[in-house]
């Protein structure tokens, strides 16, 4: 696929609020197309509930939604184990792509999520459609996140881990960061997101990915880059995927965790992608 580059300026005032008019309009015009499926994949410290917003708009237009929550995190924190990094995160998503009988995958995986989406996409590549990464990691094979972190972040990060018990004993994690860091300040959201943030297992930042076939194997792929404020740990990424020939490139002027900030803006553009 021929290299797209596309900008989007949205405003992100009143991006939680009720669909716009015309945003409405959309949604109602996208149920008479193709219904399709989507798979939307959390980052760190964060789970299934943070694409509320998204998928109910999605869901609103006629579109298929799961959210699956990463073991050890949201309402699985209780599943927390030593053992639990990047190869069970990819189980986890493919084994709610299989249980479901899914095909024809919108595979969105935001932030962290970006390296969970393309060992599912090269797991199970029959069964996905496309992908796309929300201001996330892109990983290639043998990559760990922690290998494209700025190090003084990574010694920060690991210098903060904490251990956190479940039902297999105690795992290493990293407490989760004020919900600032990911550009939600707005009081109510902050309370909210604040409230279901859990640890993180540090050994999925230190596992390697490993693929057999290319990044998405094959199939077409985005990335969305949240630009309002930008997330610093990405940059590089974005320089990298502007580059590339096979990749489409977007903008999303609002803050990293565009599921809360701009759910209508976000939604908007999943579908017309």
Not at 61 to 73: C, D, E, I, S
Not at 242 to 261: F, K, N, R, S, V
Request: net charge neutral; aromatic share 6%.
């Amino acid at each position: 696929m021929n290299r797209r580059e596309a900008l989007y300026a949205m405003s992100t005032v009143g991006a939680a609020s009720v669909v716009s008019a015309a945003g409405a309009a959309r949604a109602q015009e996208s149920q008479t197309q193709e219904s399709q499926t989507y798979v939307l994949v959390h980052g760190a410290w964060h789970g299934g509930w943070c694409w509320a917003r998204v998928a109910d708009r999605l869901r609103a237009a006629g579109h298929r939604v799961f959210t699956p929550t990463l073991t050890g995190l949201g309402d699985r924190a209780h599943l927390t184990a030593p053992n639990v990094g990047l190869a069970t995160f990819v189980e986890d998503v493919v084994s709610t792509i299989e249980m479901e009988d899914l095909s024809d995958v919108v595979l969105v995986g935001h932030s962290f999520g970006g390296a969970v989406i393309g060992g599912v996409a090269d797991a199970e590549p029959n069964r996905i459609r496309r992908l796309v990464f929300l201001d996330s990691f892109v990983l290639q094979s043998g990559q760990s996140p922690f290998s494209l972190l700025p190090p003084e972040m990574v010694e920060a990060r690991r210098a903060s881990a904490i251990k956190t018990t479940g039902v297999c004993g105690e795992t290493l994690a990293m407490p989760p960061p004020p919900p600032s860091v990911f550009g939600v300040t707005d009081a109510k959201d902050a309370a909210w997101v604040a409230s279901r943030l859990r640890p993180h297992p540090i050994k999925s930042y230190e596992d390697t990915l490993n693929l057999k076939r290319p990044l998405g194997a094959g199939r077409p792929k985005t990335y969305i880059a949240c630009t309002n404020p930008n997330y610093r740990a990405n940059a590089p990424l974005r320089r990298w995927v502007q580059a590339e020939p096979d990749w489409t490139y977007l903008e999303l002027a609002t803050g990293h965790d565009a599921m809360i900030l701009a759910p209508n803006a976000l939604t908007e553009m999943l579908m017309r992608e």
